[in-house]
């Protein structure tokens, strides 16, 4: 066998499947390693202006330090909505959230299955009366009322796996579940008068 | 009164307070335009990596085309999640969504009650435990079990009124409505065999 063709067995959609499958042992002989922290931190930089700052997690037993540089999202609203347009606004940046979920939980699950993708595109939609989130009515609630997520996915297995695939990534997607279900949201503030 | 004196008057918090007032005026009256779909697309890259591009959205009557370019935002996982770190995780966009939301209606609120706010920074965390994304167990939900938001702001006011501009931004931010409380999510996809 040529390094070639191991390189070819062994990466599957860009996922190093030797690597995850060795993960997943870890994970099962291992449990406690599948605590995870996740963390952002944002400034706002004036108007509907503010920017994420996103590096440090916890997780797999230890403080990760892998990343070189810290990511950064900026967030805006349109003139519509009061702002200068400086960055997706944050209901669209869920959106994004919950289609980057879907498509690497999809990718993964592909790659797990032997399933070799060749196009995996998507599209969202979200429905909101603004007057909830505008402070003008209660009649409405804040956010979407509902997201339409539509997949266009190419891949080398029958039309029915290949949906087999949506749907395992729709059962296992930490962002889907998150959206669909809800999650305890715990706020505190710390005020100054300046 | 100067010019300087009314723009002063006028933009609080970086935010036109006179167009604030108008446009909560127009969506009084015509509570229609309260009506706005956002939208986001998605195209996978290879492996963890993936990028949303968000620029039309419908609302206030029309389909708005006041974005010159589209915007665009890259995910990815870090090596001990099977990726090469092409962007923050969909879990850390979504803590993303939620710290700008909460920030920008923060901002808003403290506009018309004529706070005059100097620093607004979040950190949020959230907790999971990986190995239910992953497919291991069904014994954890995929995402996040809590979110904790600790704000630190700086602002002309009481802190008692500061804390309650917080409150106030809680019980009106789209994204930690749908965070908190969930949204129905509707997947469909169109499956090609290649």
């Known amino acids: 066998m040529s390094i070639q063709t191991q390189v070819i067995e062994t990466v599957r959609n860009g996922v190093d499947t030797a690597q995850m499958y060795g993960t997943l042992d ?56 009061l702002g200068v347009d400086t960055g997706p606004n944050p209901a669209e940046a869920l959106l994004h959230a919950l289609a980057a979920c879907l498509t690497t939980t999809l990718v993964y699950v592909a790659a797990a299955r032997k399933v070799n993708l060749t196009e995996v595109e998507s599209t969202l939609e979200g429905d909101m009366d603004v007057r909830g989130c505008l402070g003008l009515t209660d009649e409405v609630r804040n956010g979407f009322t509902n997201i339409r997520v539509r997949f266009r996915i190419s891949g080398d297995a029958p039309q029915e796996k290949l949906q087999e695939v949506v749907q395992r990534a729709q059962a296992r997607s930490a962002v889907f579940d998150m959206v669909s279900n809800g999650v305890p949201v715990h706020v505190e503030a710390s005020c100054q008068s300046s």
């Open 26 to 81: 870890a994970l099962n002989a291992n449990p406690e390693l599948g605590v995870f922290q996740f963390r952002a931190s944002n400034r706002w930089l004036g108007g509907a202006h503010n920017r994420s700052t996103i590096r440090s997690f916890y997780g797999a037993g230890q403080e990760d330090d892998s990343r070189a540089e810290a990511f950064s999202i900026d967030a805006g609203e349109p003139a519509v909505l």
